[in-house]
């Protein structure tokens, strides 16, 4: 896994998201959660065309910012905002140290303080009965990122309290840590109005029925199997076996010609209960016939151009 800096992240963004709205005067908001910059979903819709762990943290910490006071140790909280100026104080000779490549990855990136906000196409709205949608999880999830770094930003303008500024802090974290995981131990899980968790972006790819298995790995494909494979001394040395079962049931489309016909035409003769044998044959104007229904195989004629 790599560290992905904060320039990196504004170049191949397409704009800033700043608004909650999704749609003004019934279009998508320029700046809002359905930005047509970060493309469509609607076959009406125009796209706009624009040219470390934390054992790292003590590593640092420990020698930047440590101090005793009459003695004893003084515990401070660490804030996200006290270890990214730790972080950013930190050398590209101290980085080589830790491990890290400065030109490619250095600690204070792992401090998110840019966050990408996903294209449409990871989070598509569902129509519903007429012309309503129904947003995405993770559509609601950003806006309520949105709205209260809004909040945050205008209490900062207006001279709030401390400890209002502080609330509206870790508030923001939980929205932002919820967007990536909604099932971390220890936090409140975010659900809907109805109480339904919301679906968040590793509950979408982890497991068997996520993106990475279910969908990506999990291509279904025909003329293949799976089964298990064993190695027989009578084999040649490239060669496995595979269960005869199998053998039977899998194909391989060959065309007819003057040359095969005579083999072909006996495995057609042998039918689809015998291995090796064939189990349909289809003819030039794409007509099949399926060898386990045909009460005579051997009545069945070849000729060049049948598969």
């Known amino acids: 896994m790599a560290l992905v800096g904060i320039d990196f992240r504004k170049r191949m963004s397409v704009g800033e998201i700043e608004f909650p709205e999704i749609y003004e005067n019934g279009k998508p908001k320029l700046g809002g959660l359905m930005d047509p910059r970060q493309g469509v979903i609607d076959r009406r819709g125009r796209l706009f065309n624009f040219q470390i762990s934390i054992h790292g943290i003590w590593c640092i910490y420990y020698y930047c910012v ?39 990855a250095r600690p204070d990136w792992m401090i998110c303080t840019v966050l990408p906000v ?3 196409a990871v989070r598509p709205a569902v129509v519903t009965f007429g012309s309503a949608r129904n947003q995405d999880d ?23 309290a401390a400890h209002v500024l502080a609330d509206d802090v870790k508030l923001l974290q939980y ?16 659900t809907q109005k109805g109480g339904r968790p919301l679906k968040s972006i590793k509950q979408r790819l982890k497991g068997k029925e996520g993106r990475i298995r279910g969908n990506l790995m999990g291509k279904r494909v025909d003329f293949s199997a799976r089964t298990v494979i064993t190695a027989d001394p009578n084999l040649p040395i490239d060669t496995v076996g595979v269960p005869r079962t199998i053998a039977q049931n899998l194909t391989f489309p060959e ?26 044959i289809i003819r030039e104007n794409g007509a099949r016939v399926d060898l386990r229904y045909h009460p005579r195989a051997a009545d069945l004629h070849l000729q060049p151009g049948y598969r």
């Open 118 to 120: 996903p294209p449409l």
């Open 138 to 160: 993770l559509t609601h999830k950003l806006s309520d990122i949105i709205k209260t770094n809004i909040q945050l930003r205008r209490n900062e303008s207006n001279g709030a």
């Open 66 to 104: 440590y101090h005793y006071i009459n003695g004893q140790d003084r515990k401070i909280l660490l804030t996200a905002e006290r270890a990214l100026e730790v972080f950013k104080q930190v050398s590209d000779e101290d980085c080589l140290i830790l491990g890290m490549d400065p030109r490619f």
């Open 175 to 190: 929205h932002v840590a919820t967007l990536v995981d909604n099932c971390i131990p220890g936090l409140p899980t975010a």
């Open 255 to 280: 065309i007819v010609t003057p040359f095969n016909i005579d083999k072909l035409q006996d495995l057609v003769n042998r039918g689809d209960s015998q291995y090796p044998g064939a189990k349909y």
